[in-house]
């Protein structure tokens, strides 16, 4: 009887305990949920990644983004600070380029075009820009950039990114203009195409949530960052290239 005595007085003191902890929780929760409340609460900042002004356009029926010309601007002198891009080493490789600049732009929340400029050598020669060494010239049978929309007074102008022959985002009959300084009337055939479309021709469209084509995309890009290294590099990819395209050649 002593012992049931005793637990029933444990039993009670334990209640009594334990209704004062479920008070004190209610009353410290009524305490946190009136500070969560209280009208100097700030939700937390964040800054957004897409540029402020930016906004969906569309371009030859393709969506694209609109910025304005500081933006713009900004952009371009943010990819040009890519230095794992090698913009320098432009005798080939554009397609590389503007493929990791279009996926570094995504992130950003800017969605680019690419804007493919292509000759047919059966009727104009090769588009044409000067070489850095202020000698020789890079000539071209095609050119890949990126392409965003600028907004200029109301209407949208599309401007090209390519720090591989520019010092600024220009528009793009500047870019168009700059390859063909030495025949101004040549026929140039402009494609504008989405930004997953890698090649001229369109065979490669990879998405870039396709984690194995990026690092093989970069990885191409750094076997052009040595060559660019080189003094001699642009002669030894070259020569490369022949040796290569002659293999091919002896297996078929």
């Known amino acids: 009887m002593k ?6 007085v444990f039993f009670q003191f ?24 209280r009208s100097e609460s700030r939700p937390c900042a964040s800054s957004a ?5 930016a906004q969906a356009t569309k371009y ?10 500081v933006e713009a601007q900004t952009l371009f002198k943010e990819m040009q600070s890519h230095t794992e891009i090698p913009f320098d080493f432009a005798i080939a490789g554009c397609e590389e380029r503007a493929h990791e600049m279009s996926r570094l732009m995504l992130l950003k929340g800017i969605r680019p075009l690419k804007m493919f400029a292509s000759v047919d050598e059966n009727k104009s020669p090769r588009l044409e820009i000067p070489h850095p060494n202020g000698k020789d010239k890079r000539r071209w049978k095609f050119h890949v950039a990126p392409l965003v929309m600028v907004r200029i007074n109301g209407k949208d102008v599309p401007y ?8 600024k985002a220009v528009p793009l009959q500047e870019w168009k203009r700059r390859m063909t300084l030495h025949d101004p009337k040549m026929p140039v055939m402009m494609d504008a195409t989405i930004a997953e479309q890698y090649d001229i021709s369109g065979r490669y469209v990879r998405p870039f949530s396709d984690e194995n084509w990026n690092r093989a995309n970069q990885e191409k890009l750094k076997e052009f960052k040595e060559y660019s290294k080189d003094p001699d590099g642009e002669n030894n990819y070259l020569f490369q290239m022949q040796r290569d395209l002659e293999r091919m050649d002896m297996m078929d």
């Not at 012992?3 to 029933?8: G, R």
């Not at 990644?49 to 002004?53: F, I, K």
């Open 49 to 53: 990644l897409t540029p402020s002004s």
């Open 160 to 167: 090209i990114i390519d720090p591989s022959m520019e010092k």
């Open 3 to 8: 012992v049931i005595l005793a637990l029933l």
């Open 60 to 69: 030859q029926g393709k969506d694209v983004t609109a910025l304005s010309e």
């Open 14 to 37: 334990s209640l009594a305990f334990a209704q004062d902890d479920l008070h004190s929780f209610v009353k410290g929760l009524d305490t946190t949920l009136k500070h969560v409340n």
